[in-house]
């Protein structure tokens, strides 16, 4: 049952909906839309950063078969045409299309091509041989790679069928083999394995997570049978560093590895398709990755999506997708392959089709490229100009606004520095930038705040705080007035809890100190300050976006967990000698809260004037409130239902499940619902089409 | 409860005094160049199906004769009307070539030619059709009909199973056919019977001054128990053997598209079909994907071949009947045939799943007679612009167009006034651009003499752009008051600016106030609303096509506001390129019948209307062409994109190109704006443009007037002097000289020179510099 539940709600998370846009608004003669990302990873529409040129089939005379692999070295394109089992070198633009490796390649998969002491080698994958060979630049194979032999590092039961392969400038050879877990195949110059690289998991998942927690110890073995992570293929950057995209079932991740295979990207650098594909229930597979002339990162996956990273990981575009009737230029049936030549042209091959798309950057493309570039090299200040043009271009590129924060902050004109981080909601720049200011102000009013200081130290020593006493009771004077009114009492009886807790829980139990209007008022106070914390609290410690803010949301948020606990509590006490009627416990609930219902506002307010760098004067204050209130939360239920702190324990459990239970219940509810309006739904229809 | 405040204050304090520096790591890099090169394989981007490419100087050489069997039925100066009575083949000789067109093949066929009986059917008969097979052994199920549709051809052929004998044996379906032939003034009436499944109609074929004339009556169609699914007409007319004869089809695909004929040996080619003013939503559910563009469709009920360019072509005009037919573009290569041939098919009667689950197919038959024109084009005409100028004069003979006179360049500055967003209570209003700030942009670019200009104001109305349409007309009070839009109509006005208002009347959002959800909405033939979801959900995640009779009323009711408020001009959108079937209360209605409601409604408005992307049949009703398109799909099949459009309209209309804020290659986009005679359009709002992030106008990625500015007063100086001098003038030859250079001459004998190579071009000792342009001579 609870694991047919789970289920159930996995599959209620991935629904499918049909779509279709509006009127297109712009228009490149382009058949996809190209994207970027912003700082929370929601994709944003941008200019064009490719246009597909053209669709190649034939090479000169040499018709392409089933292609798997493309490289390019000196512009010069070698293609693993797998079909035909020889690898294409194609120069000069076509004019000279030559093939090397016919007759002793049976399925080659991956190409790599390297320079060493300026003569040329090609290395070749073949997955049908299980062989790795390396050719001279005339086509002579000059090497050949096998099963690593007398190696007990190896595994005896490993395969060997390479699908792909890199070379480091230290001759080491770097073979994918998608059958073989471990990781990258790493072998010497001459062919000995130096051991796996590289194998490192994809985050995991609620859903296996869930699946860890329910699933009976069977079930678990057939999940976990399949391949976990899967290293797909790699790619050399210009530090001499492998990059790799791997997936596994959730989801993809691309990763730059040190020399110890430790992943240098930031985790997450692997969300550009997800949106796109989010409605079709599609599996995506990252299949190719090549790096660019600028250390940018080039990404290809099994739909037909090409993104584009910067150095660091951050997605500059994404576009193309999948079209299976083979006619629109641009978009992939089954992409295997991608590589782009020194200025930014792209090619991407796709293997059914046995086909190649080239695609041209536009001046977009290029603006990115010069100012990334600058960027890249700490050129900050040499960054301004281009990124003020991209910006012209899409005010809503997220890394250009980072860029020109940079170079402003660079130029200390922190005020235009901070407008930027701001609006890119990049939180590290915008707290630099604020400390910054704060430190011109704090320069500029250091001497009134000296002042101050020393008033209120002459003041408390020599005449014992006169004038502070005196205006604090000016402010406080007006509040006199409203302690006529009972409303204003019963408020102010929360103060107590701070002398004494369990003589308020009391007092609200026994001597009916509180109406139910004042505790109801107060959970609205919470909910007030629960909005005015979600809104204000400081940009650096906000994560809200407050167009997306709903108050339903907002109220299941703090509200309803709250009320929830206080039916539980109710309940679980009424059947367990507890004292406290439903009334108590509600009245006593919002009071333990008092903490928060009195500090977090300030708490709020002072996290706009704090940096990155007192993140702990934030969280700490944060749980220290917390903490209380749930201490208050402990003698409350202890008061209200005269328990033992043993019992206190037991009952505090005993209310966690009981809630637990109410949603499961609510959500079983919900669904059965669902189902009957979805039944009556399909027999009326049933009933109208056969009327 | 001090000492904790102080604590924390001296905290804070310490804090502040500790500083941090970060210093960014140089790290060196080759130096790289920011230039497009070629790629390494394929084309410049100017030598792909982007643009038109150079024609080869290849001449056809014919030695065309009417063979025996045929007799002469009708003749006039230009042309001779043959026809072969047994065969049921028509020929048309073309006097002043000498060339000869055929509507159907004659000879005899080989394996090597076609390989699938159909196809030589296909190419043999004149007429064809399929209809759906009743068949009373069914059960109730399926409604006694078979599921796959049935052809019927006046020839029968078989294909050999033999290896040495190539010949497809065909003969005439005399037996099941019955032609009947009568002598009409300048041609004759043919009355097919397909007498075994008792289908029939009439075909009247005439000869007039501009070639061939082919009319099916819609009352001449006569069914039984088996309905009649589609009829072909002529379908091999102008097709060629895969490259035996030099020059292209003709798609009017966006702005219009060539398919070079070329031998696709033994390369994968797909046939494909293209509904003419894209598909009915009506009947089909079409699965947009939220990454792709909206694909381009058949704006104009026209299609073509030429053999031998600058020698013979001809153009298939569809007078009558477009609403209902698609396109059949095949190269050699496709359904196993060696031919290029490109025809359209008449749907009578489409098929469709009722409740989306349900097979069945249109009760009633589309109410259009079929009527098209076959126009030949001789010598310097037969090519893509001879096609243009043959459809532009047939246009102004109908009325739909006609000659513009003192006519203006302006520049389309559409602005953005308000926008909605979600708020935490709710939907709320955006503002982008106030009046006032409007007032400031449109004044700000007349002192930079930026003076000739059409404004569109979109989100005027109360509650902002999305989620309110079809709009009440009534101002958003946070852009301006009553008085303050009152003053800047008049103002414009005075300076002699056209403001439209923008509006839709064919989409309707479930927030707005003034449609029923119940009784406005239009349901499908499928008998399901008709919504559409927006990628993204921002504020609203789906709009639904509305009743045309719904619109009409929306339409009529706005009349007396409009009149109010001295709107005079509006920019309607949807209406001109929406077309769709739909059911209501019992009674299923045709495409052509949403068309009707639209044309009533536009002459109910009796404004001032101009139109996003009208199709060619609302031509008549647009003052303005917004977003042409400015490309074809650029399917892989395609060698060239062409101007068709442009040229058919060029001084006739103003027609814009898309906002040019959204291009990623501006250089290009200016180069094809000249080339093509497109005019200038930029959307802009005051505010920046990330404001519109979280709202339905996402896409308007990049609006700000402070961003834009430079760009408009460019484009506009550069497009409008060049412009200046071809108001009014139609577009009379377009040359391409060499790859990437194209001559463009007017009726004023204006040549203009368009550069889009990377290097310098030498024009009669002008040099024309690259990606740049020349005007050249002229009166």
């Known amino acids: 049952m609870k694991k047919n539940f789970i289920l159930l709600f996995l599959t209620l998370i991935t629904f499918l909906i049909t779509l279709t846009t509006i009127n297109v608004k712009a228009e490149n003669g382009v058949p996809y839309k190209t994207f970027t990302e912003d700082s929370s990873h929601w994709l944003i529409q941008t200019q064009?950063?490719?246009?597909?040129?053209?669709?190649?089939?034939?090479?000169?005379?040499?018709?392409?078969?089933?292609?798997?692999?493309?490289?390019?070295?000196?512009?010069?394109?070698?293609?693993?045409?797998?079909?035909?089992?020889?690898?294409?070198?194609?120069?000069?633009?076509?004019?000279?299309?030559?093939?090397?490796?016919?007759?002793?390649?049976?399925q080659p998969t991956g190409v790599f091509v390297t320079k060493e002491n300026e003569e040329t080698f090609i290395f070749v994958a073949d997955y049908g041989n299980k062989l790795v060979y390396k050719f001279d630049a005339s086509g002579n194979m000059i090497q050949e790679f096998g099963r690593p032999q007398n190696s007990p590092l190896f595994g005896e039961s490993e395969s060997f069928q390479p699908n792909k392969i890199t070379v480091d400038a230290r001759g080491n050879i770097y073979i994918v083999d998608l059958a073989n877990l471990n990781g990258i195949i790493q072998l010497s110059k001459q062919g000995e394995f130096l051991g796996y690289f590289g194998q490192s998991l994809v985050k995991p998942s609620l859903r296996t997570i869930l699946q860890f927690i329910f699933y009976s110890d069977e079930q678990k073995q057939k999940v976990y049978k399949e391949p976990s992570t899967n290293i797909a293929n790699l790619a050399l950057d210009h530090e001499g560093l492998i990059n790799t995209v791997a997936n596994d079932i959730n989801g993809n991740i691309i990763q730059r590895l040190n020399i110890s295979g430790n992943n240098l990207l930031p985790d997450g650098t692997n969300t550009g398709t997800v949106f796109l594909t989010r409605d079709y229930n599609q599996l995506v597979n990252l299949v190719d990755i090549f790096v660019g002339p600028i250390g940018n990162i080039y990404v290809i996956d099994n739909i037909g999506f090409i993104s584009e990273y910067d150095m660091e990981g951050n997605l500059l575009?994404?576009?193309?997708?999948?079209?299976?009737?083979?006619?629109?230029?641009?978009?992939?049936?089954?992409?295997?392959?991608?590589?782009?030549?020194?200025?930014?042209?792209?090619?991407?091959?796709?293997?059914?089709?046995?086909?190649?798309?080239?695609?041209?950057?536009t001046e977009f493309a290029n603006l990115v490229h010069e100012a990334i570039?600058?960027?890249?090299?700490?050129?900050?200040?040499?960054?301004?100009?281009?990124?003020?043009?991209?910006?012209?271009?899409?005010?809503?590129?997220?890394?250009?606004?980072?860029?020109?924060?940079?170079?402003?902050?660079?130029?200390?004109?922190?005020?235009?520095?901070?407008?930027?981080?701001?609006?890119?909601?990049?939180?590290l720049g915008y707290s630099q930038s604020y400390w910054e200011l704060r430190n011109i102000w704090f320069n500029n009013n250091l001497l009134y705040i000296l002042l101050l200081f020393l008033i209120w130290i002459l003041d408390r020593i020599c005449i014992k705080g006169y004038y502070f006493k005196l205006i604090i009771s000016y402010i406080i004077k007006p509040f006199t007035y409203l302690t006529k009114f009972k409303l204003f009492?019963?408020?102010?009886?929360?103060?107590?809890?701070?002398?004494?807790?369990?003589?308020?829980?009391?007092?609200?139990?026994?001597?009916?100190?509180?109406?139910?209007?004042?505790?109801?008022?107060?959970?609205?106070?919470?909910?007030?300050?629960?909005?005015f914390s979600k809104i204000y609290t400081g940009f650096v410690f906000n994560f809200t976006e407050?167009?997306?803010?709903?108050?339903?949301?907002?109220?299941?948020?703090?509200?309803?967990?709250?009320?929830?606990?206080?039916?539980?509590?109710?309940?679980?006490?009424?059947?367990?000698?507890?004292?406290?009627?439903?009334?108590?416990?509600?009245?006593?609930?919002?009071?333990?809260?008092?903490?928060?219902?009195?500090?977090?506002?300030?708490v709020t307010i002072l996290s706009q004037f704090l940096t990155v760098n007192e993140t702990f004067i934030f969280t700490s204050t944060t749980n220290i409130l917390w903490a209380w209130s749930f201490i208050n939360l402990f003698v409350m239920i202890k008061e209200v239902h005269n328990y033992s702190v043993k019992e206190t324990l037991k009952i505090i459990i005993i209310t966690i499940f009981t809630m637990l239970m109410i949603v499961a219940a609510c959500f079983i509810f919900y669904i059965l619902f669902n189902q009957v309006i979805d039944f009556i739904f399909e027999v009326l229809t049933e009933v109208r089409s056969n009327a | 409860m001090r000492k904790f405040i102080m604590g924390l204050f001296t905290l804070i304090v310490c804090i502040f005094t500790v500083s941090f520096f970060i210093t960014a790591n140089n790290k060196s890099q080759e130096s790289v160049d920011f230039i497009?090169?070629?790629?390494?394989?394929?084309?410049?981007?100017?030598?792909?199906?982007?643009?038109?490419?150079?024609?080869?100087?290849?001449?056809?050489?014919?030695?065309?004769?009417?063979?025996?069997?045929?007799e002469k039925i009708a003749e006039n100066s230009k042309y001779e009307l043959y026809l072969n009575k047994t065969k049921v083949v028509f020929k048309v000789k073309d006097l002043t070539t000498g060339y000869i067109w055929s509507s159907a093949l004659d000879q005899t066929l080989t394996r090597d030619e076609i390989e699938v009986a159909k196809y030589a059917n296909t190419a043999l008969s004149s007429f064809s059709i399929e209809y759906f097979e009743y068949n009373s052994e069914l059960n109730d199920h399926t409604g006694g009909y078979v599921e796959t549709k049935k052809d019927a051809f006046l020839y029968f052929s078989t294909i050999p199973n033999s290896r040495n004998d190539r010949t497809i044996k065909s003969r005439r379906l005399d037996e099941d056919v019955v032609t009947t032939y009568t002598n009409i003034e300048n041609g004759v009436k043919v009355n097919l019977d397909f007498i075994n499944i008792k289908i029939g109609f009439d075909v009247d074929v005439t000869l007039n001054e501009d070639g061939l004339h082919v009319h099916i009556p819609n009352e001449s169609i006569v069914e039984s128990e088996n309905k009649l699914a589609t009829i072909n007409v002529m379908p091999f007319l102008g097709s060629t053997i895969t490259d035996q004869v030099p020059g292209y089809m003709f798609i009017p695909d966006g702005s219009g598209a060539l398919i070079r004929y070329k031998n696709n040996g033994e390369a994968k080619i797909n046939a494909f079909t293209a509904r003419f003013y894209g598909v009915n939503h009506g009947i089909t559910n079409v699965l947009v994907e939220p990454y792709k563009t909206e694909s381009l469709f058949l704006t104009a009920p026209v299609f073509g071949a030429i053999h031998g360019v600058d020698q013979n072509g001809v153009i298939g005009i569809i007078e009558s009947g477009s609403y209902n037919a698609e396109l059949n573009i095949n190269s050699n290569g496709a359904l196993g045939t060696k031919f290029n041939w490109i025809t359209p098919s008449y749907l009578i009667r489409e098929n469709y799943n009722l409740y989306k689950v349900n097979k069945t197919f249109e009760a009633e038959k589309n109410p259009e007679d079929i009527t098209v024109s076959y126009q030949f084009l001789q010598n310097k005409d037969a090519n893509y612009v001879g096609m243009a100028k043959a459809y532009q004069a047939n246009l102004v003979k109908d009325n739909v167009l006609s000659k513009q006179i003192n006519n203006q360049t302006p520049l389309r500055l559409e602005i953005l006034a308000s926008e909605t967003t979600s708020g935490l209570f709710g939907p709320k209003v955006e503002t982008m651009t106030t009046i006032a700030k409007s007032k400031e942009f449109i004044n700000d670019l007349t002192s930079h003499d930026v003076d000739d200009l059409l404004v569109v104001m979109r989100g005027w109305n109360k509650g902002g752009l999305s989620g309110t349409s079809p709009y009440s007309i009534n101002y958003e009070g946070k852009v301006g008051s009553n008085s303050e839009f009152k003053d800047f109509i008049n103002d414009l006005k005075l300076q002699n600016i056209p403001v439209y208002f923008y509006n839709d009347y064919v989409i309707g959002y479930s927030s707005t106030d003034r449609i029923s959800l119940r009784t406005d909405i239009a349901k499908s033939l499928q008998r399901v609303q008709m919504e559409f979801l927006t990628p993204k959900e921002p504020v609203y995640d789906k709009y639904y096509y509305l009743y045309p009779n719904a619109s009409l009323n929306l339409a009529k009711d706005d009349l007396s506001a409009y009149d109010k408020r001295g709107i005079e001009n509006l920019a309607i959108d949807s209406i001109g390129h929406t077309i769709f079937s739909y059911y209501n209360k019992g009674i299923d209605y045709k495409r052509v019948d949403s068309v009707s409601k639209y044309k009533e409604l536009l002459n109910t408005l009796n404004r001032n209307v101009s139109m996003y992307k009208p199709n060619a049949y609302m031509w008549q009703y647009s003052e303005n062409y917004f977003d042409m398109p400015m490309f074809s799909s650029q399917y892989t099949y395609y060698s060239d994109s062409v101007p068709f459009l442009q040229i058919v309209l060029k001084g006739y209309m103003n027609y814009y190109a898309p906002f040019s804020n959204f291009s990623a290659t501006s250089k290009e986009q200016l180069l094809l704006m000249i080339d093509y005679g497109m005019l200038p359009s930029f959307i802009v709002t005051d505010k920046p443009s990330y404001n519109l992030k979280y709202t339905n106008s996402y896409e308007f990625y990049t609006t700000q007037y402070s961003d834009m500015k430079k760009l408009i007063i460019d484009q506009y100086q550069k497009i409008n002097i060049h412009l200046q001098k071809l108001k009014n003038e139609t577009l009379e030859s377009r040359e391409i000289l060499e790859a990437g250079v194209v001559k463009v001459t007017y009726s004023n004998r204006n040549v203009v020179i368009i550069n889009y190579t990377n290097s310098d071009f030498d024009y009669n000792g002008f040099i024309i510099s690259p990606k740049d342009f020349k005007m050249i001579g002229g009166n």
């Open chain 1, 48 to 106: 064009d950063a490719y246009i597909p040129v053209a669709v190649i089939d034939v090479l000169k005379d040499e018709k392409l078969k089933n292609p798997e692999d493309i490289f390019i070295l000196e512009e010069k394109i070698y293609i693993a045409d797998t079909g035909n089992k020889r690898i294409l070198v194609v120069e000069d633009n076509l004019n000279l299309v030559t093939s090397l490796g016919s007759g002793i390649l049976n």
């Open chain 1, 317 to 361: 575009f994404v576009f193309g997708g999948k079209d299976d009737t083979g006619m629109v230029k641009g978009l992939l049936n089954t992409p295997t392959g991608i590589a782009s030549d020194d200025s930014f042209n792209l090619y991407a091959i796709d293997k059914v089709d046995s086909k190649i798309h080239v695609y041209a950057p």
């Open chain 1, 373 to 427: 570039n600058y960027y890249q090299d700490g050129k900050y200040i040499e960054s301004k100009e281009p990124w003020e043009k991209v910006l012209q271009m899409n005010s809503m590129f997220d890394l250009a606004h980072i860029g020109l924060g940079n170079a402003y902050y660079k130029l200390e004109m922190y005020d235009d520095a901070i407008k930027h981080f701001e609006i890119a909601n990049n939180k």
């Open chain 1, 489 to 531: 009492k019963e408020i102010k009886y929360i103060t107590y809890l701070m002398k004494n807790p369990a003589d308020v829980f009391y007092g609200i139990k026994r001597q009916k100190k509180v109406s139910i209007f004042t505790a109801t008022l107060l959970y609205f106070v919470l909910y007030i300050e629960h909005l």
């Open chain 1, 546 to 602: 407050v167009e997306r803010l709903s108050l339903l949301s907002e109220a299941s948020q703090i509200l309803v967990p709250l009320l929830i606990f206080v039916i539980a509590n109710y309940l679980v006490g009424s059947i367990n000698e507890g004292e406290g009627r439903l009334k108590d416990v509600y009245i006593s609930t919002i009071y333990s809260l008092m903490p928060l219902i009195i500090f977090w506002p300030f």
């Open chain 2, 36 to 70: 497009t090169k070629p790629p390494l394989v394929g084309e410049q981007l100017y030598l792909s199906n982007r643009f038109t490419l150079p024609e080869s100087n290849v001449t056809y050489v014919y030695d065309l004769v009417i063979p025996d069997g045929y």
